[in-house]
């Protein structure tokens, strides 16, 4: 076990860039990408999982990166919100969450998009139910969750096939699709 103030180096993927550093071993993996990588998109929100604002796919699974630690990100992939738009264009669940007006102080989408996106991973075409129970670990003060369900229903039309490769290999080798 590493004494205190010992570093590790760990090498990971963040929305498809390689990155090979040295970290102490309990740094948490929203502050590695928040203060390390400068990947701000993924919030700090409660610091005890409740509010899901920091929400990210390791190896394609949706986590809460306040409660992971960046040394078991080592070998993986990662992808925050920032990883989601490509060559400019915002991606279809962007896209879909901005069509229906499903933000408003906009602290938590980032996490609801993530977990979005792990849902439409396994399930391209979820019932109100599954939506339901896919962010139910996101919370949200502003925006009264209807234009979100109503998002992410939208978002599942327009992106079954556009999901994030390490979300689809997670849900394929899982045997989830």
């Known amino acids: 076990m590493p004494e205190a103030g010992d570093r590790v180096a760990i090498r990971v993927t963040v929305n498809g860039k390689r990155h090979e550093q040295e970290i ?6 929203v502050d590695y990408l928040r203060e390390t990588l400068g990947l701000t998109g993924t919030h700090i929100g409660c610091d005890t999982s409740f509010c899901g604002a920091c929400t990210v796919l390791l190896n394609g699974a949706s986590v809460k990166s306040c ?4 040394v078991h990100a080592d070998q993986g992939e990662v992808t925050t919100v920032e990883g989601l738009a490509k060559d400019g ?5 962007q896209q879909a969450f901005k069509d229906h007006y499903a933000l408003q102080c906009g602290y938590c989408t ?3 998009l993530m ?3 792990h ?3 396994r399930n391209p075409s979820p019932t109100q139910r599954e939506i339901r129970k896919a962010i139910a670990g996101n919370c949200c003060r502003c925006t009264g969750y209807q ?16 999901v994030p490769p390490e979300a689809e290999r997670a849900a394929t ?5």
């Open 173 to 177: 080798s899982a045997g989830e699709r």
């Open 147 to 162: 234009n979100v369900f109503d998002a992410i229903a939208d978002a599942a039309k327009r992106a079954a096939a556009d």
């Open 110 to 112: 980032p996490g609801l």
């Open 115 to 117: 977990s979005t996106c």
């Open 24 to 29: 102490e071993p309990r740094q948490l993996l």
């Open 67 to 70: 409660t992971v630690l960046a």
């Open 119 to 121: 849902l439409l991973a």
């Open 89 to 93: 264009e915002l991606h279809p669940i």
